[in-house]
């Protein structure tokens, strides 16, 4: 049973940040929240994760909120080649299961 | 992060045959990990396979249907037996990397007819 809650789909302009939420609201302690995404024809791509402090790298931004319920990732400047599936997964002990995702359309 | 080589990228199969996936990993891991994503579906966890003992499966997945080979750190494969149209599915396999994240492998498209 996936653990996250994500809309179905977004949409974003070029150039444009994006913000993907997701909620978690019967998180652990001990979970860890990742971000990866798929885009057609491919596995899914590491983005980000992060226990309880926000976190940035060169791809993206991750947004946590101070009760570990809901998170949000941020990409600072949307471009066609984000166009993907973005899963949030709650991470405890190498149990990673993926729910439905939101599907990033990107607008040019 | 590590570097995943999975074969076949794809293939077409006739029902009731099997199909071995091979995923082979550059580095040495302790744990991999099979999932399947049926078309226009998320990935489900079929399996998660350890060197040296035998692989923990989810529920709804079988041994006698999936049987997994974890022959060393850095390979495993996945048989997919006796298939069925229903089969028909993209297989991947994962790692997890020093970093904390996860490296999936480019998936192997199966469809049976």
């Known amino acids: 049973d996936a653990k996250t809650t994500q809309p179905n789909s977004m949409e974003s302009n070029e150039e444009e940040p994006v913000h993907l939420p997701c909620n978690h609201s019967t998180i652990s302690g001990t979970d860890y929240i990742h971000w990866y995404r798929q885009l057609p024809s491919q596995g899914p791509e590491y983005v980000i994760h992060?226990?309880?402090s926000n976190v940035n790298n060169r791809m993206a931004s991750l947004a946590i909120a101070e009760d570990r319920k809901s998170s949000t990732l941020i990409l600072h400047r949307a471009t066609l080649r984000d166009a993907a599936v973005y899963y949030c997964?709650?991470?405890?002990?190498?149990?990673?299961?993926f729910g439905a995702g939101t599907r990033l359309t990107v607008k040019p | 992060s590590a570097v995943i080589s999975q074969k076949p990228s794809r293939d077409i199969c006739q029902r009731g045959t099997s199909l071995t996936i091979q995923c082979q990993v550059d580095s040495q891991v302790t744990m991999m990990f099979w999932y399947r994503q049926q078309p226009g579906q998320s990935l489900t966890l079929i399996a998660t396979?350890?060197?040296?003992?035998?692989?923990?499966?989810e529920s709804g997945f079988v041994i006698d249907k999936f049987p997994i080979s974890r022959p060393n750190l850095t390979f495993s494969t996945l048989t997919v037996s006796n298939m069925s149209p229903e089969d028909s599915s993209i297989y991947l396999c994962?790692?997890?990397?020093?970093?904390?994240?996860?490296?999936f492998g480019s998936g192997t498209r199966l469809t049976v007819v």
């Open positions: 992060g226990l309880t």
């Open positions: 997964i709650l991470n405890n002990n190498n149990d990673m299961r």
């Open positions: 396979a350890n060197q040296g003992s035998e692989a923990t499966y």
């Open positions: 994962s790692v997890g990397d020093r970093a904390g994240g996860y490296t």
